[in-house]
T-cell receptor, first 111, second 113 residues
Framework: GENVEQHPSTLSVQEGDSAVIKCTYS??????FPWYKQELGKGPQLIID?????GEKKDQRIAVTLNKTAKHFSLHITETQPEDSAVYFC??????????FGQGTTLQVKP | DSGVTQTPKHLITATGQRVTLRCSPR?????VYWYQQSLDQGLQFLIQ???????AKGNILERFSAQQFPDLHSELNLSSLELGDSALYFC????????????FGQGTRLTVV
């Protein structure tokens, strides 16, 4: 069935280091892959997304890569800052309206 | 602020009761999505409406129903509530029907006692 696996479940880095979160999806029809950041007490915030016809997308300190053959996509955050601390969710969608979310990664950036 | 408004922010009710959660999408968005977030299940898709019509359905319980009104706001109705229904309920909206660039509201925290 439809499934998105996300790793790691927790990630702790020093301020200034890079953080990488990886996801694997099962539905080969998936063609849209967003990443959301959720801070405590708030709703998920869309931070970057990528479509299946693109291999990489970058927005300042955030980048996402997609390997459709392997059904993998990853979020890369460079020069991490304490305000990057949050729960990050990957998701996959076959453009049907439904987003299948990973289980989330709690990122802690230590000052 | 995503522009998606959900009310109420918190709701405490007893088992067996019925509640209605409300969502106003961002201006110009035609799609509304409902998600449930619990500690053990993560973010689960419930249902989507696009321009007033049901578009996609997830594992939504029969005790739950939703609708989207002509002004595009949406309501999620939860009935015969059980302790296990306690969760965060999020509404999201997007311009098109495909689920892309969906923006989430702040959520409604439902506690069933």
């Amino acid at each position: 069935g439809e499934n998105v696996e996300q790793h790691p479940s927790t990630l702790s880095v020093q301020e200034g280091d890079s953080a990488v979160i990886k996801c694997t999806y099962s539905d080969s029809a998936s063609n849209y892959f967003p990443w959301y950041k959720q801070e405590l007490g708030k709703g998920p915030q869309l931070i970057i997304d990528i479509r299946s016809n693109v291999g990489e997308k970058k927005d300042q300190r955030i980048a996402v890569t997609l390997n459709k053959t392997a059904k993998h996509f990853s979020l890369h955050i460079t020069e991490t800052q304490p305000e990057d601390s949050a729960v990050y969710f990957c998701a996959a969608s076959p453009n049907t309206g439904k987003l299948i979310f990973g289980q989330g990664t709690t990122l802690q950036v230590k000052p | 602020d995503s522009g998606v408004t959900q009310t109420p922010k918190h709701l405490i009710t007893a088992t067996g009761q019925r509640v209605t959660l409300r969502c106003s999408p961002r201006s110009g968005d035609l799609s509304v999505y409902w998600y449930q977030q619990s500690l053990d299940q993560g973010l689960q898709f419930l249902i989507q409406y696009y321009n007033g019509e049901e578009r996609a359905k997830g594992n939504i319980l029969e005790r739950f129903s939703a609708q989207q009104f002509p002004d595009l706001h949406s309501e999620l109705n939860l009935s015969s509530l059980e302790l296990g229904d306690s969760a965060l309920y999020f509404c999201a909206s997007s311009v098109g029907p495909g689920g892309t660039e969906a923006f989430f509201g702040q959520g409604t925290r439902l506690t069933v006692v």
